[in-house]
């Protein structure tokens, strides 16, 4: 039995005598949960720094990504052995209890240029336990030979190029373990963001040419049961690719990737009432001459969240757009806005016919 599958059954002996999965000391070793090591886990090759997963440890890509601050990511799922998912076409999926969620993020030295390779900051995961997912967050190292467990959270200067050549420098802030649920929910109630068909209906290059992930999941016996043809399943657009959708779509794309995890029933921002899951059709619901209930300060003086052909109105737009605490969206640990996400968005609503809300 290789390395990788002695740790992932230790892993699931160790939530089934204990019930789960709670903080351990910052000296923990292998055998106690979590570790205090990313290594211990042996999710990757080497030391991890490289990000290339071992047997068992299934890459993915999302259709719409959150932004954070230009970082990349790197995104894997672990299931425990005979563990399935159950699969929606709607709704996100089902995991089986031992699954594990994993989410690295690192900065590209170069954004024109990929293959001079990145510097890694930090790799959360997830993990799933009887009572509801479990986050945890490890620390890379400047040697990039290992990632600490770390529960109190972090702040990292990175510099990198971007995509226009222009040297780039920011405070990029790892969250503590509390922070992590600010977008995901309370322990017992964890909203998993992208694991949902229509952010994995895509391609993605497993080593031998692009593949639909979810055909490569079904393939590799992931779910519990068929899942549709790749044609019949919902698939956000890239919000940032002007042919993978229309504006509109793609604007509301971002919405959800960036936005929804709060501004969803039962979300941190649920009682706003101001819902952006792609999915909402009624227009007051998702904006549309909605007077906000809760902006405060971050209305910037206007008074409804979308006016219709009046972008230059719209609190929506007037949020997006701040680096201002308080005023902001999304909101901290974010720092940086992403100009491409309100140009989308303001695009969109610039091209909805005018409206007089009142």
Not at 226 to 231: E, F, W
Not at 295 to 324: C, E, L, Y
């Given at each position: 039995m290789g390395g990788l599958a002695v740790k992932r059954l230790l892993l699931l002996a160790a939530l089934a005598a204990?019930?789960?999965?709670?903080?351990?000391?910052?000296?923990?070793?292998?055998?106690?949960?979590?570790?205090?090591?990313?290594?211990?886990?042996?999710?990757?090759?080497?030391?991890?720094a490289s990000q290339q997963p071992k047997p068992g440890v299934v890459p993915f890509e999302v259709n719409a990504p959150l932004f954070s601050d230009f970082a990349a990511k790197h995104r894997f799922i672990v299931l425990p052995p005979g563990g399935k998912i159950a699969y929606s076409d709607i709704d996100k999926w089902v995991f089986p209890v031992g699954t594990i969620i994993i989410k690295t993020f690192a900065f590209e030295h170069d954004l024109r240029n990929p293959s001079l390779g990145e510097r890694v900051i930090e790799t959360r995961l997830l993990v799933n336990r009887d009572t509801g997912w479990t986050p945890y967050v490890y620390l890379w190292n400047d040697a990039q030979t290992e990632a600490t467990l770390y529960v109190v959270g972090a702040r990292v200067n990175v510099t990198w190029i971007d995509d226009s050549g222009v040297q780039q420098s920011n405070e990029y802030r790892v969250p503590n373990t509390n922070q992590c649920l600010d977008c995901h929910?309370?322990?017992?109630q964890t909203n998993i963001i992208g694991l949902r068909t229509r952010q994995q209906n895509r391609l993605h290059d497993y080593g031998g040419g692009p593949e639909n992930q979810i055909d490569h999941m079904a393939a590799l016996g992931m779910f519990a049961g068929p899942v549709p043809p790749a044609a019949g399943r919902q698939t956000l657009p890239n919000p940032y690719d002007a042919a993978s959708g229309t504006v509109e779509t793609r604007a509301r794309a971002w919405l959800e990737a960036n936005c929804s995890h709060c501004h969803r029933p039962g979300g941190g921002a649920g009682s706003t009432n101001l819902y952006l899951y792609s999915d909402v059709t009624k227009p007051i619901d998702f904006g549309v001459c909605r007077v906000p209930n809760a902006a405060g300060a971050g209305s910037g003086g206007r008074h409804f969240d979308i006016v219709p052909g009046a972008p230059d109105q719209s609190v929506m737009t007037f949020r997006i757009a701040s680096t201002v605490p308080g005023i902001k969206m999304p909101e901290e640990p974010i720092l940086l806005v992403d100009q491409k996400g309100v140009d989308v968005v303001t695009q969109w609503i610039a091209e909805m016919p005018p409206q007089t809300c009142i």
């Amino acid at each position: 039995m290789g390395g990788l599958a002695v740790k992932r059954l230790l892993l699931l002996a160790a939530l089934a005598a204990c019930g789960g999965m709670e903080a351990a000391a910052p000296d923990a070793g292998p055998g106690e949960i979590p570790y205090a090591k990313l290594s211990d886990y042996g999710f990757f090759e080497g030391n991890g720094a490289s990000q290339q997963p071992k047997p068992g440890v299934v890459p993915f890509e999302v259709n719409a990504p959150l932004f954070s601050d230009f970082a990349a990511k790197h995104r894997f799922i672990v299931l425990p052995p005979g563990g399935k998912i159950a699969y929606s076409d709607i709704d996100k999926w089902v995991f089986p209890v031992g699954t594990i969620i994993i989410k690295t993020f690192a900065f590209e030295h170069d954004l024109r240029n990929p293959s001079l390779g990145e510097r890694v900051i930090e790799t959360r995961l997830l993990v799933n336990r009887d009572t509801g997912w479990t986050p945890y967050v490890y620390l890379w190292n400047d040697a990039q030979t290992e990632a600490t467990l770390y529960v109190v959270g972090a702040r990292v200067n990175v510099t990198w190029i971007d995509d226009s050549g222009v040297q780039q420098s920011n405070e990029y802030r790892v969250p503590n373990t509390n922070q992590c649920l600010d977008c995901h929910g309370i322990v017992g109630q964890t909203n998993i963001i992208g694991l949902r068909t229509r952010q994995q209906n895509r391609l993605h290059d497993y080593g031998g040419g692009p593949e639909n992930q979810i055909d490569h999941m079904a393939a590799l016996g992931m779910f519990a049961g068929p899942v549709p043809p790749a044609a019949g399943r919902q698939t956000l657009p890239n919000p940032y690719d002007a042919a993978s959708g229309t504006v509109e779509t793609r604007a509301r794309a971002w919405l959800e990737a960036n936005c929804s995890h709060c501004h969803r029933p039962g979300g941190g921002a649920g009682s706003t009432n101001l819902y952006l899951y792609s999915d909402v059709t009624k227009p007051i619901d998702f904006g549309v001459c909605r007077v906000p209930n809760a902006a405060g300060a971050g209305s910037g003086g206007r008074h409804f969240d979308i006016v219709p052909g009046a972008p230059d109105q719209s609190v929506m737009t007037f949020r997006i757009a701040s680096t201002v605490p308080g005023i902001k969206m999304p909101e901290e640990p974010i720092l940086l806005v992403d100009q491409k996400g309100v140009d989308v968005v303001t695009q969109w609503i610039a091209e909805m016919p005018p409206q007089t809300c009142i």
